[in-house]
């Protein structure tokens, strides 16, 4: 599938073709929709073809990371998950992997805890939620010293609630 220009499938034979559990039809769709619009599919009606594009397809992801990271060098502990995450799409759309056993190995944080932490992006947002969760609760504490409930929520690094306390 997708090895070259001119395949026709139809939308929904090629979902039963690939085996995608109803679970992944949504992204299956979506995932359709970027190729669409990146010109290595087209969409007519219900049927998908695959443009010239395509038969480059597997060149220009190999050299996608080092591209990428060479531009945006602070990008990479984002790059190596959606690598990570992509070289097992097959079995997660499929049912055969749990997307969870991919991000939170053996229920570890290690792949995703750079994403939220240790990141100027995450740092900065942190940094400013901290500052404005601070000057909330020394309002409170001025106005009516009424207690205080802070209810977390989130992906269970902990990262937000480090920069918080």
């Known amino acids: 599938v997708f090895n070259r220009s001119e395949e026709r499938y139809s939308i929904q034979g090629l979902i039963k073709k690939l085996m995608i559990i109803p679970s992944y039809h949504a992204l299956f769709h979506e995932l359709m929709s970027i190729l669409m619009k990146n010109n290595y599919i087209q969409i007519e009606k219900d049927q998908l073809i695959t443009l010239e594009k395509v038969e480059h397809i597997s060149e220009q992801l190999d050299n996608q990371p080092e591209r990428l990271l060479s531009m945006f060098s602070e990008l990479k502990h984002f790059v190596h998950l959606l690598q990570t995450c992509v070289s097992v799409y097959p079995k997660i759309l499929t049912g055969q992997e749990s997307h969870m056993n991919v991000m939170f190995p053996n229920g570890r944080l290690d ?13 900065y947002y942190n940094d400013l939620l901290s500052h404005f969760i601070e000057r909330y609760i020394q309002q409170r504490i001025n106005l009516n010293n009424a207690p205080i409930h802070i209810m977390e929520v989130g992906a269970g690094t902990g990262s937000t609630t480090g920069f918080v306390l």
């Open 111 to 123: 792949l995703v805890e750079k994403i939220y932490s240790d990141n100027p992006i995450a740092d």
